[in-house]
């Protein structure tokens, strides 16, 4: 038994470990210090001139509002679609299905999708033609309307990105046994104090999960926000990519990522601190 | 008033009924335990009073209102589940709490509810514990304990002691008996443990396969059962039932003569109590041929057959019978159940 050789469990986990280490770790280290050097030596000439440029101020802000907003009303809807969901007897699966179905579009394919609805010449503006809500086309992705650029984004990645939020909370909710929704009910909860006093608390953990796969994301998004705005609407991501490509200058573009693993980072433990899950409180 | 009606329910679960039209009267303040084996629907009539669960047809009042329809918080009762239900992230406390914060009571009131429910229960050590720490038993009690603190009109128990030891189980229940009796609850209480519903119940509603077999005092079902069921399940050891002839309307049982229900065919089914017999000298009496004699120190267990078919009788510890001896009983005719072999029912018009 393993008692005896104590090595193969190692033995068992090494290749993964190597598979990360020269895929992740490497790479990782390289890119700090790409960041974090000049011409061979410790600098921060790099970070100096990614803070210097005009648009790191507003990719910061466009990457944190877009964070903010999109992650709680991705949260909210999940719950509410895990919630309602659970009430469903016959057809669940067949609803679980077509709910999960943006899961399975790539990120800059859903971003294209809504390009294709909220362009000049799009779904959107026909059917507001029509309507006769406006005249002639009007523009909703250019520079010079940045809130419904925003409001764009935002609807295109609460789209594309509720759904495993939503997985994650089905999950949560099936491990909650229905008699702590019995009980509470019989002792006089009504549906929302069973909401926040049971059902909440009791998926907490789904919960923790949820908010912290979807925040990193959230602080990486990308592609939709490309396909939508272009450059019209910096985020870090696009920032580091712009650096990486447009201006060939691979140093300032590993700042970039560094500072989103750092956010990353941060958001998680601030997430494990203020959602603390205590074993002792689980079913 | 709190009496229960519960009005011809039916539940199916797809093609399965569960109940097949259950009719039963609780007085107010009455303790009536359901009591039968596993499956029987005991629970599933439990979760249709509460309201958790809704009926295929029939009715269900409370204090002569009718209740179907009706959200379970709004029917006024309280209820422990079988599985207990105690919620993994409150305190003991809080749990027992619970109900009184829903119903917005002041903390004084919440702390002498909870005071006095956990007292009763003896689960004041664990009041500032989670429920996950707790063994089986006691997280029982923490969800007897939540029911109590509401002072119910009405209290639904759904083998709330199952889990305690024999000892905790049998104080607990004289407890809870007490506390209800004096509140004047109206108590449906299920378990499995004949003796715990003999030893409780004001009435005992015994249950198989989704039908009331029999209600009635304890004491009635015990002597009287119903049904060939009621008195294999009621009573341990159970009821002996001999396939017996009938002749001109009687039974012989050694030389005695029995007589029989009138109008049975030439055959009946002898319900007898394993108590109700004597030691009598063979041929006067009717013989036994005793396979295992078993001295319990109260009392002599005898198991053989009579007529070649298994019985198992009590005798007093003092009687000095062997395994393997041949012996004779005396029926005592008063304690005898006369059943029908058809349809397994026994003959009410003689217990009169
Ligand atoms: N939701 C359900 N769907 C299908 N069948 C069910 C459902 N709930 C109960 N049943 C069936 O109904 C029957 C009665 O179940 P119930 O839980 O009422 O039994 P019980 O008398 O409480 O048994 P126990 O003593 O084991 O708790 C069982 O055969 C069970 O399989
Ligand atoms: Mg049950």
Redesign the interface.
Known sequence: MTQNRPWIPYLLILPSVAFLALLFVVPLVQTIWLALSDNGAPSLANAERMVTDINFTRSVRNTFLLTIVVVPVQIAIALAMGTMVSKVGRGRETILWIWTIPLGISDLAAGLVWLSILQNTGYFNSLLFSLGVIGRQASWLSYQTPIALFIAIAVAEIWRGTAIVMVIIVAGLNQV?K??K?????????PW?RFWR?TL??I?PALQSALILRTVLAFEVFAVVYALGGRNFPVLVGEAYNWQNQNQNYSVAAVYAVLIMIISLAATLIYLKALKVD????? | MANIVIDRIRKSFGAFQALKEVSLTINDGEFVSLLGPSGCGKTTLLRIIAGLETSTSGDVRIGDRSIIGLAPKDRGLAMVFQNYAVFPHMTVYENVAFGLRMQKADDTRVKAQVEKAAGLLHIEPYLDRYPNKLSGGQRQRVAVARALAVQPKVLLMDEPLSNLDALLRLEMRTELKTVLQSAGTTTIYVTHDQTEAMGLSDRIAVMHNGVVEQVGHPVEIYNHPATRFVGGFIGNPPMNFIKVPVSNGQVAAGEEQLAAPKDVGNEIVLGLRGEAVELAPLPQGLEMKVRVAEPMGSHLLLTGSIHDQPVRVILPASETVKSGDTIGLKLDSKRITWLSPESGKSFPALLA
């Open positions: 046994p008699e702590f019995e009980a509470a009910e019989i002792f006089g909860a009504g104090t049971i608390p009791l907490r074993p002792e409180r689980l079913p």
